[in-house]
């Protein structure tokens, strides 16, 4: 064996000196990173679950807290104030459009009415409210809610469901409703200027004197929506349609109202 050992070439047992340290060093450093990866991953997987009983256990003491704020306080005035400026404070907090849905609907039931902006700017500052606008509730369920003169500008509403829901007056100028299902909604006199509704549900929805101008409605979906025996048509009565980007990509001509004449 000895003798097998000196004939053998000297580069092959150099090179085996070599490479066997590595290869073994290798080895461990794969196992290593197998081992972090997991780890890294059982400590991601203990954050989101530590962070989502954070989230949970702050929409608890919110409604808790509303709920403790409309029982108790004779100060009705005071009381709204403190729950708009929490519930203001609480939308910016969180990060899942889930979640934001929830408190809205929550509030939309309690107190309707603390979503509706003031129609004056001046009243606004002096006049506070739960302001909707530029929040992200994408693909989220907020059908048969009341959100009259809310401000939803420039909210993210993509997929979202609003079927049957309560928008009249709402401000939704600018907000994103790509896909969105609005069939049977209330939009009437709603803003909804530069607003996109592409490949949106609108059968049924009411647009009566909304302002739609330059708003993107290329192939939304206007069939007739029936439900529960009730069939309903959607209504452009009074509307206006100035450079509205119609069903089939035309634009519709300056001063087009009801009805959208191509240029």
Known sequence: MLKNLRDSDPLLILAGIILIPIGVAAVSLWVDTRIDARQRAAAEDLFRRQERLTVTQTIDNYFQGVGMLITSDKDVKGSDQIIIARTNALLARLTHPQDRALIIRFV??????????????????????????????????????????????????????????????????????????????????????????????????????????????????????????LVTTTNFDNAKLANTIWLDGSVCAKGAVGKCAAE
Do not use: C, H, V
């Not at 939803?152 to 409703?177: E, F, H, I, P």
């Not at 549900?201 to 206007?222: K, P, V, W, Y």
């Open 108 to 229: 939309s039931e309690l107190r309707p009415e603390l979503t509706k902006r003031p129609k004056r700017m001046l009243e606004r500052a002096a006049k506070p409210f739960i302001d909707l606008a530029n929040l992200d509730l994408s693909s989220t369920d907020l059908s048969y809610i009341n959100l009259g003169q809310a401000n939803l500008s420039g909210a993210d509403l993509r997929s979202a469901k609003l079927l049957w829901a309560n928008l009249r007056q709402a401000s939704l100028r600018g907000a994103l409703l790509d896909q969105t299902d609005l069939r049977g909604a209330e939009l009437s006199a709603s803003t909804l200027n530069r607003a996109s509704l592409r490949r949106a549900q609108i059968g049924g929805t009411s647009f009566i004197a909304a302002d739609l101008e330059d708003a993107d409605l290329r192939d939304a979906d206007t069939s007739d929506f029936e439900f529960e025996g």
